[in-house]
């Protein structure tokens, strides 16, 4: 059974940083990309970041190019997301996926994902 579990969301200050983990179990998804997305309140999910397995391609939304780092660590099977110079709009319900042939932002590209984590950025 593939389960992939979020944690690291709470609540931070505008200007703040966070680090969103991704620990899949079940597979290994040896091959396949990773991403994130995110879903605020009254809004479709978006993307967010996408990484290749082996961490040598990554493809960033516009609006967190530059803030935000995606990484994996394969060993543990667990991606990352490093948020920094966070923003009152980057707050939502935050996403894991896997599963993507390519690194794309494309989210019915992913086969499986998590149940999200909160961020909550407040001014």
């Known amino acids: 059974q593939v389960q992939l579990v979020e944690s690291g969301g709470g609540l931070v200050q505008a200007g703040g940083s966070l680090r969103l983990s991704c620990a899949a179990s079940g597979r290994t998804f040896r091959g396949y990309a990773m991403g994130w997305f995110r879903q605020a309140p009254g809004k479709e999910r978006e993307f967010v970041a996408a990484i290749s397995w082996s961490g040598g391609s990554t493809y960033y939304a516009g609006s967190v190019k530059g803030r935000f780092t995606i990484s994996r660590d394969n060993a543990k099977n667990t991606v990352y997301l490093q948020m920094n110079s966070l923003k009152p709009e980057d707050t939502a319900v935050y996403y894991c996926?896997?599963?993507?042939?390519?690194?794309?932002?494309?989210?019915?590209?992913?086969?499986?994902w998590g149940q999200g984590t909160q961020v909550t950025v407040s001014s």
């Open positions: 996926a896997a599963g993507s042939k390519g690194v794309t932002g494309v989210d019915t590209s992913y086969a499986y």
